[in-house]
């Protein structure tokens, strides 16, 4: 394992490996967890190099507790990744090596998927998420990069910011891995105590019986189901509950044959949000 903490020394590392290496990369944000290490293990299957990297960064963060508050782990992380006993290069840069001077989001048009869902409840989050993923990939210039499907709203900003910025890398989504009790695999969950994480796998369970009813319940039906599930729980309280069209991410008012459909949900945990999604049909 090589780690670097200046871009300029990662391109140049990078720019002297053979013109035939396959280029595999997994952007993380660190306090890794066993769902981070699936995505590497995938790429290191499929690649020649992989390169991870760990950056909490702060223009996605529209609240600045929030972003003081989470995790940062990185001598955690750089053991877990040694574990995996292969070549792997690590990129752990600073602020000021990716932001220069001024620490800000270019604002992006990703035709309407920002505006949904997580979008409307955490303004310019999707803006700091392309500013900081397109640095990234331009740094690194992978011929796939690797996305978890938990955050499925932010896999499919991704895909269009490579659309948009013609950036030739191939992004692949790769499935959410859960705890013993079903709450998604989260760098967040280490913010919650051990009966929180307990009450949490309502979110799981829930999803679970929207996925059971879908064919049966209409979609108005479904979300009075998901609010009385919350409002029997006094530990969770639910931001959102939306069942949305996979390619648009609109919210579905009624089903349409031939759309493929997904549920998700963003609920507290306490003071420590949580986010899940599950495909319907």
């Keep these: 394992?090589?780690?670097?903490?200046?871009?300029?020394?990662?391109?140049?590392?990078?720019?002297?490996?053979?013109k035939n290496?396959?280029?595999?990369?997994?952007?993380?944000?660190?306090?890794?967890?066993?769902?981070?290490?699936?995505?590497?293990?995938?790429?290191?299957?499929?690649?020649?190099?992989?390169?991870v990297s760990i950056f909490v960064n702060p223009t996605q963060f529209n609240n600045k507790a929030d972003l003081q508050k989470y995790p940062r782990t990185p001598n955690d992380d750089i053991s877990l990744l040694k574990n995996l006993e292969e070549e792997?290069?690590?990129?752990?840069?600073?602020?000021?090596?990716?932001?220069?001077?001024?620490?800000?989001?270019?604002?992006?048009?990703?035709?309407?998927?920002?505006?949904?869902?997580?979008?409307?409840?955490?303004?310019?989050?999707?803006?700091?998420?392309?500013?900081?993923?397109?640095?990234?990939?331009?740094?690194?210039?992978?011929?796939?990069?690797?996305?978890?499907?938990?955050?499925f709203q932010q896999l499919q900003i991704v895909k269009k910011?490579?659309?948009?910025?013609?950036?030739?890398?191939?992004?692949?989504?790769?499935?959410i891995l859960r705890e013993q009790n079903g709450l998604a695999m989260s760098s967040r969950n280490k913010r919650l105590s051990a009966k929180l994480f307990e009450e949490a796998a309502l979110i799981y369970k829930t999803l679970k019986e929207v996925r059971e009813k879908f064919s049966s319940k209409s979609i108005a039906e479904l979300n009075a189901l998901v609010a009385e599930r919350f409002l029997q729980n006094p530990h969770l309280n639910l931001e959102y509950f939306e069942i949305a069209e996979e390619k648009t991410l609109k919210t579905a008012k009624r089903k349409n044959k031939g759309s493929k459909y997904r549920a998700f949900i963003a609920a507290f945990a306490g003071e420590v949000r949580l986010i899940d999604n599950m495909p319907l049909n």
């Design 1 to 18: 394992m090589v780690i670097y903490t200046q871009k300029e020394t990662l391109v140049q590392a990078l720019s002297s490996t053979s």
């Design 21 to 51: 290496d396959k280029i595999g990369f997994v952007p993380t944000m660190g306090a890794l967890h066993q769902g981070h290490i699936s995505l590497v293990k995938k790429a290191l299957s499929e690649n020649d190099l992989v390169v």
């Design 88 to 151: 792997i290069i690590v990129y752990l840069p600073e602020v000021s090596d990716l932001y220069d001077t001024s620490v800000s989001a270019k604002k992006y048009n990703f035709g309407g998927l920002e505006n949904e869902m997580e979008g409307k409840h955490r303004n310019g989050h999707f803006d700091g998420v392309g500013t900081i993923v397109s640095k990234l990939l331009r740094i690194v210039k992978p011929n796939t990069a690797y996305f978890g499907e938990k955050d």
């Design 161 to 175: 910011l490579v659309s948009i910025e013609k950036l030739p890398v191939k992004i692949v989504g790769c499935p």
